[in-house]
């Protein structure tokens, strides 16, 4: 099971980005996936998750409003549109890929991970 992760950058406050994550040919089609976070001492964070099909997607409270999650099945992929960046948003940003058609929001739904892209937003 392969997921790379890409998209990260340094980029100003106010600005966006857009993460993909590819998933081996094998995985995701019909699996929750997911976008975590984490910062340089910190716990891992959820930020967004989708559902196999693409009809259901949930966000942490902290990003609600600026980032939007998506799929495309066809391609293995998923992605994190990300706008209105913050300063607190700087981590590095990993995709999971959950067994079953929603993992949630906790890490423990989610078996395969991707080794991260880093997003550094400056003020």
């Known amino acids: 099971v392969q997921l790379q992760a890409s998209g990260g950058g340094s980029v100003q406050a106010g600005d966006s980005l857009t993460l993909s994550c590819a998933t081996s040919?094998?995985?995701?089609?019909?699996?929750?996936m997911a976008w975590f976070r984490q910062a340089p001492g910190k716990e891992r964070e959820f930020v967004a998750g989708i559902n196999w099909s693409g009809s259901t997607t949930y966000y942490a409270d902290s990003v609600k409003g600026r980032f939007t999650i998506s799929r495309d099945r066809t391609k293995n992929e998923v992605y994190l549109q990300m706008n209105s960046l913050k300063p607190e948003d700087t981590a590095v940003y990993l995709c999971?890929?959950?067994?079953?058609?929603?993992?949630?929001?906790?890490?423990?739904?989610?078996?395969?991970w991707g080794q991260g892209t880093l997003v550094t937003v400056s003020s």
């Open positions: 040919k094998r995985t995701g089609s019909n699996n929750g």
């Open positions: 999971a890929v959950s067994l079953s058609s929603s993992g949630g929001s906790s890490p423990r739904g989610y078996k395969y």
